[in-house]
């Protein structure tokens, strides 16, 4: 009878034991999970957030939008947090969009990236873009388009390898590693909203440990991408009398320093398929001219980020074996403005 008793009260006791660790469990039909965040501020000086959030409808999924006005961006969140039927769940944000009065003032910006690398409930990998629009009407201009799914914004980021390379995604993560870099600035996608289609991408705005320096178009984008190593395949470039898609591509970049003045070669390799041609061009007189376009289109970005001191391209990053640490810090003033570039395209046919 004792022994009875004692094994009722073990399993009582494993019982409460186990159980113990659900008592604080939101059940995932009682939650709300927007996707997008959208951050703006009011003239008064009060944020705004938006939040963009999926919601099922006859076997659809739409979405809605919800906003809250507050003295910081937390209390923005709480608000809508307190006024929501359900528990809000900010986990699953995927896009950040932040408007261009607030992304173009470096030290909102600032303030806006480290708070988002501090929070714990908003994801650091989720990407940041930002809009020159009302960043509501941005988030609104879903529910307008005939048979977009609610995930439709951040599905524009991730349209998968080789099917739209111009459009890249830059996290959170790498806008904040950018405020301390002394060696490499970033690139962050600036969108707007679309007639036809959910969002346009309009090229991408160049920013200096957060401060604006310059807004490249998406053709210059891509090719600043390249020199930081990144494939450009599946590129698509017209010369007017033919097309060619960049089937792959890959750069050496070789640096130097003599006298305290740096110098790079840099040899960029880019195989490509003709899609289609004029009558009578040959295929030199396609290399011969898409080598000419890409060089020019590079001396160009270059002379823009050496006026601003601004480097887009990660130069700085491949002195590091013959500059010191504490003077590469002074890298963007005294020797990016300063650095020679013998850059070379070199274009095979597959």
């Not at 006024?83 to 030290?107: G, P, W």
């Not at 601004?310 to 890298?331: H, R, V």
């Amino acid at each position: 009878m004792k022994k009875n008793r004692l094994f009722k009260l073990s399993i009582v006791c494993m019982t409460i034991i186990l159980l113990s660790g659900c008592w604080d469990i939101k059940d995932i039909n009682k939650r709300t999970i927007p996707l997008v965040l959208g951050i703006s501020k009011e003239q008064g000086g009060q944020y705004k957030v938006t939040l963009q959030i999926p919601v099922l409808k006859n076997e659809s999924q739409v979405s809605k939008v919800v906003t809250g006005k507050g003295e910081s961006i937390t209390s923005a969140l709480g608000k809508i947090r307190t006024n929501s039927e359900n528990a809000v769940d900010y986990t699953q944000i995927r896009l950040i969009v932040v408007q261009n009065n607030l992304a173009h003032n470096q030290k909102e910006l600032s303030a806006i990236v480290k708070f988002l690398m501090g929070s714990e409930e908003i994801p650091s990998r989720s990407l940041i873009a930002i809009t020159d629009e009302n960043v509501e009407d941005v988030l609104s201009s879903i529910n307008d388009k005939l048979g977009v799914h609610a995930s439709s914004i951040y599905d524009f980021f991730n349209k998968g390898a080789d099917w739209a390379p111009e459009i890249f995604s830059t996290p959170v993560w790498e806008v904040y590693r950018s405020l301390f870099s002394s060696t490499k600035d970033i690139a962050v996608p600036v969108i707007r909203s679309g007639k036809n289609t959910v969002l346009i991408f309009e090229g991408s705005d160049i920013l200096k440990k957060g401060e604006l320096m310059d807004r490249f178009r998406p053709e210059e984008i891509q090719l600043i991408r390249v020199l930081q190593n990144k494939n450009e395949k599946g590129k698509i470039e017209s010369l007017g009398f033919a097309s060619i898609m960049v089937s792959n591509s890959s750069i050496r970049l070789t640096p130097s320093l003599k006298n305290n003045k740096p110098s790079l070669s840099s040899n960029l390799n880019i195989k490509i398929n003709v899609l289609e041609r004029n009558d009578g061009v040959t295929n030199k007189k396609i290399i011969e001219e898409l080598e000419r376009v890409i060089e020019k289109r590079f001396f160009q970005v270059l002379k823009r980020m050496q006026e601003s001191h601004a480097d887009i391209f990660g130069f700085g990053q491949e002195f590091q074996q013959f500059i010191s640490y504490n003077e590469l810090k002074n890298w963007r003033d005294e020797y990016f403005p300063e650095l020679k570039v013998n850059f070379e395209v070199e274009v095979n046919m597959e």
